[in-house]
């Protein structure tokens, strides 16, 4: 039996890692549990995806004192251009009839000169994290899975599957869709498959990409390229199961092919760095965000489509909502752990979880098809929102994570 922690962690993942950071620094005694170490989470093969992090959320990691590990490998969005089109718009030289364009120029009033977001690979994420997680002598259970949880009482008791029993006040359930704490909670998942999988490598231009990120919706789904620093970027493209799984097992000089004819050559040659990795789509939501002694955190609570690149941010924002009011709780002499003190939480991140999570799947059914009626409306939006100056602005800073009530450390403020 292990006691004398605050708050147990199933998960230490970017958004459970982020949360212990944030407790630890504020005077709270967290702990992680996940499945593999951090040495293997920072590996190349381990997460070949790249994240677009919102301006708002890189905040957070500075407060947090990560800067120094993330700003090297962070590449500035400066410019998002999103094209509608059968053909890539890259390879058919520049955008349609039907285009919108982001500027972070048209909000550095108000965002004090940040860029729309940025580009980091999650592997430099992982890696700053661990570091700073070590940094602060967080304790960390890996490799250890939770096998079984009760919540009751005063405390939650959490089981792993070598026999350990760790308990606490509190248990954040932030390992994924699969959560073990989720289910032992008796909270359940509502959701689908998308007949989807998202493809994704990275390639290295022969002209500079200029921190524009391109995305074009194609029939079969999204194609984006996302810029990364060392003028590469992570191409990210949806298509059918099928498909996918063949890309996936592809020759080098067939998933070559494949890729310069969605690529197109506006950034001249380009070159494949690193393995494929290919992910399955689909939508979960969590029936709520709070239980008895129980809070969930990532995809744990929603797991969303990566259309617009916001499941991490989603993410994130719910670990400064859910550390501010732990650590407010505690201050006050509650017990952090109480349905009064989560329902704080569970309120403030509800709204917003449930209404990005039903957009982005709304994304995904206008824009990963093909129908002629579908495509004139969508297009038409595009154009619309393109040419409105204030509604360009405020999807900015919707993206950028800087509307609503925001925790304190996602504007940048220390806990």
């Not at 170490?37 to 004192?65: E, H, K, N």
């Amino acid at each position: 039996m292990s006691e004398g922690h605050d708050v147990i962690i199933a998960g230490a993942g970017i958004a459970g890692a982020t949360l212990a950071l944030a407790l630890a620094r504020a005077g709270l005694r967290p702990v992680l549990i996940d499945p593999v170490v951090f040495d293997d989470q920072v590996a190349p093969t381990f997460d070949g995806r790249a994240s677009a992090i919102a301006y708002a959320a890189y905040r957070q990691w500075r407060a947090l004192g990560l800067a120094g590990g993330l700003d090297p490998h962070a590449q500035r969005i400066e410019q998002i251009l999103v094209t509608d089109g059968r053909t890539p718009g890259a390879s058919a030289g520049g955008p349609g009839p039907f285009f919108l364009r982001f500027d972070s120029a048209e909000i550095a009033d108000r965002s004090e000169g940040e860029p729309l977001g940025y580009l980091l690979e999650n592997r430099h994420i992982r890696a700053a994290l661990a570091g700073a997680v070590k940094a602060e002598g967080i304790e960390v259970l890996a490799p250890a899975r939770v096998a079984k949880a009760a919540f009751a009482g005063r405390a939650a008791e959490v089981t792993l599957s070598d026999g350990r029993v760790l308990t606490a006040p509190l248990a954040v359930g932030a390992e994924g869709r699969g959560s073990v704490i989720r289910t032992e909670a008796g909270i359940g998942a509502i959701g689908w498959d998308y007949p989807q999988t998202g493809v994704v490598a990275t390639a290295r231009m022969e002209r500079w990409h200029e921190g524009v990120a391109h995305e074009y919706f194609l029939p079969g789904g999204p194609f984006a390229i996302l810029p990364l620093t060392g003028n590469r970027a992570s191409l990210v493209w949806t298509e059918t199961t099928a498909r996918g799984a063949a890309l996936k097992t592809a020759r080098p000089e067939i998933f070559q092919a494949h890729l310069e004819r969605r690529f197109g050559d506006f950034l001249g040659g380009l070159s494949v760095e690193g393995p494929v990795f290919t992910y399955p789509l689909s939508l979960q939501l969590a029936e709520r965000l709070v239980a008895p002694r129980v809070a969930l955190l990532g995809d744990a609570a929603h797991g969303v489509h990566p259309i617009a690149g916001q499941g991490l941010n989603l993410g994130l924002k719910g670990a400064a909502a859910l550390a501010e009011v732990l650590v407010d709780g505690l201050r006050l002499g509650e017990d952090i752990g109480s349905s009064v003190v989560l329902e704080r939480y569970a309120a403030w991140r509800r709204f917003d979880t449930v209404t990005l999570s039903a957009g982005m799947d709304a994304f995904v059914r206008l824009f990963s098809n093909d129908n002629p009626l579908l495509r004139l409306a969508r297009g038409v939006g595009m154009a619309a929102v393109n040419r409105i100056a204030p509604a360009r602005r405020f999807f900015m800073h919707e993206a950028g994570g800087a509307v609503g009530d925001l925790p304190r450390l996602l504007r940048g403020e220390a806990l």
